[in-house]
């Protein structure tokens, strides 16, 4: 079994940060893709941010130069810096992770149960 426990989400004002984490646990041979996706109500899941095993990362044009992410792999720990934060920004954030159980098996995705981050002006 794996877990994706999310920490950090909040409330915070306008031009404010946060920071995120997402710890994975259980039966995990090998973690690949982490990320961050955020879902805000009436809109459709997005994603915010990814990094890849070998560091690279990739970010939604409306957070690029505002979040940072970044991993250690040694704790299967994924976070994400907020910083200037907007109204805009608020949403429930999802971790998720493509992972491997064993070292035969496939990559496969999981997700945590999410954590609200609102920003008021």
């Known amino acids: 079994q794996v877990q994706l426990v999310e920490s950090g989400g909040g409330l915070v004002q306008a031009g404010g940060s946060l920071r995120l984490s997402c710890v994975g646990s259980?039966?995990?041979?090998?973690?690949?893709?982490m990320g961050w996706h955020r879902q805000a109500p009436g809109k459709q899941r997005e994603l915010v941010a990814n990094?890849?095993?070998?560091?690279?990362?990739n970010y939604a044009d409306s957070v690029r130069g505002r979040f940072t992410i970044s991993r250690d792999n040694a704790k299967n720990t994924v976070y994400l810096q907020m910083n200037s934060l907007k109204p805009e920004d608020t949403a429930v954030y999802y971790c998720?992770?493509?992972?491997?159980?064993?070292?035969?098996?496939?990559?496969?995705?999981?997700w945590g149960q999410g954590t609200q981050v609102t920003v008021s002006l």
């Open positions: 998720q992770a493509n992972l491997q159980t064993s070292g035969m098996g496939s990559s496969v995705g999981y």
């Open positions: 990094i890849f095993s070998g560091g690279s990362t």
């Open positions: 259980g039966s995990i041979f090998r973690i690949n893709t």
